[in-house]
C-alpha cells in the first residue's frame, strides 16, 4: 500500500514537473514603438501623447536620458516588475554608456504601475522618490481614470529629477579614452622587446643578471631597500627559470622566429557587441496600484 502511494507521487510530481512551463506562456514583450509612447490600452488622448513626444525628446537631446511610457491591456499574467524590466532589457531604453532610461508602465486591467529606473539613474531617482511619485502624482489621478493628468504629471515630476543628472558623451570619450586599445598597442610594441630579452636571459648561464634586472627596475620605481629586495629576488628566480627551463624547452628555432615573423600569431579583428545599443536594468524603482 505504501509503495503504491509512493508511486503514484512520484507520478504526480513529474506531471506537474511536466506541465510547469505551460503555467506561465512566454512573456511576448511589444514591438518597440518609434517615439517614447506605446499606448496599447488606449487610454491617452492624442493630445496628450504628442505632449510626451515633444517633452520627452527634447528631455533625450538634453540629457540623453529617455523616459517611455507604456500602457498594456493586460500582464500576461506576469507581474508587473517583470514585464517593465522585460521591456527595459528587450527595447534598451536609455543610452548604452549611461544606463540612463526609465519605463513608466501602466496596467489599466490589473490597476497596476511599474516605475522601472535604469541603473544609472538610480542615484538620482531613488526607490523612495519613485514610491512618493507613483503614489502621490500618479496613483490618485489613474484611481479616478484620469490617464492623461497622471502620466503628465508622473513625467513631470521624474523629468525634474532626470535633469539632476547629468550625462555628456563627449566628456565622457575625452575623459575615458580606449584604455584596452592604448594597452594593446603597447603590448604588441613592446612585447618583441620583452621577449627578446628573456631570451638572452635564457640563453645565459649567469642567473645573477635577472636579479640585478630586478633591483634596478625596483631602485628606479620605489627607492626603498625593501621594495629592491624583492625585485632583486623576483629578477633572480625569474632569470633561473628561464635559464634552467625556457631554453631547453622552446629551442632556438622558435625563439628566433618569433622575432623574424616566423612565430604562430597573426592579425585579427576586434569588435564588440552593444546589444540593442541602450541602457540596462538592475530593477530599481517603483510598483503600486491604483
Do not use: C
Not at 531604453?93 to 516605475?115: C, K, Y
Request: net charge negative; proline share 3%.
Amino acid at each position: 500500500m505504501l509503495k503504491k502511494k509512493l508511486v503514484q507521487i512520484i507520478l504526480m510530481g513529474l506531471a506537474l514537473t511536466a506541465l510547469a512551463p505551460l503555467a506561465f506562456a512566454e512573456l511576448i514583450v511589444p514591438a518597440a514603438p518609434n517615439g517614447y509612447v506605446l499606448d496599447q490600452a488606449e487610454v491617452l488622448d492624442v493630445e496628450t501623447e504628442l505632449q510626451l513626444e515633444l517633452q520627452l525628446g527634447t528631455l533625450q537631446t538634453d540629457t540623453s536620458t529617455q523616459i517611455v511610457v507604456v500602457t498594456v491591456p493586460d500582464l500576461q499574467g506576469y507581474p508587473v516588475e517583470k514585464f517593465a524590466l522585460e521591456i527595459g532589457r528587450t527595447w534598451g531604453v536609455g543610452q548604452e554608456e549611461f544606463d540612463n532610461g526609465v519605463v513608466f508602465l501602466i496596467a489599466p486591467n490589473e490597476r497596476l504601475i511599474r516605475l522601472e529606473i535604469g541603473r544609472g539613474l538610480e542615484g538620482a531617482i531613488t526607490d523612495l522618490q519613485s514610491n512618493l511619485i507613483l503614489n502621490h502624482s500618479i496613483a490618485p489621478h489613474l484611481a479616478e481614470d484620469d490617464y492623461n493628468t497622471g502620466v503628465l504629471e508622473g513625467i513631470a515630476q521624474l523629468e525634474i529629477l532626470a535633469r539632476g543628472e547629468e550625462f555628456n558623451l563627449e566628456e565622457l570619450a575625452q575623459s575615458n579614452p580606449d584604455e584596452l586599445s592604448l594597452l594593446a598597442t603597447l603590448f604588441f610594441i613592446f612585447m618583441p622587446f620583452v621577449w627578446l630579452f628573456f631570451s638572452w636571459l635564457a640563453d645565459t648561464k649567469a642567473w645573477w643578471l635577472g636579479g640585478l634586472f630586478g633591483l634596478a627596475i625596483a631602485l628606479v620605481a620605489s627607492f626603498t631597500l625593501f621594495s629592491a629586495a624583492i625585485g632583486a629576488f623576483a629578477g633572480l628566480f625569474i632569470d633561473f627559470i628561464l635559464s634552467k627551463y625556457f631554453y631547453k624547452k622552446l629551442g632556438k628555432k622558435y625563439r628566433s622566429g618569433f622575432l623574424t615573423g616566423g612565430g604562430r600569431y597573426g592579425g585579427g579583428s576586434s569588435g564588440g557587441f552593444g546589444g540593442f545599443g541602450g541602457g540596462g536594468f538592475g530593477g530599481g524603482g517603483a510598483s503600486g496600484g491604483f
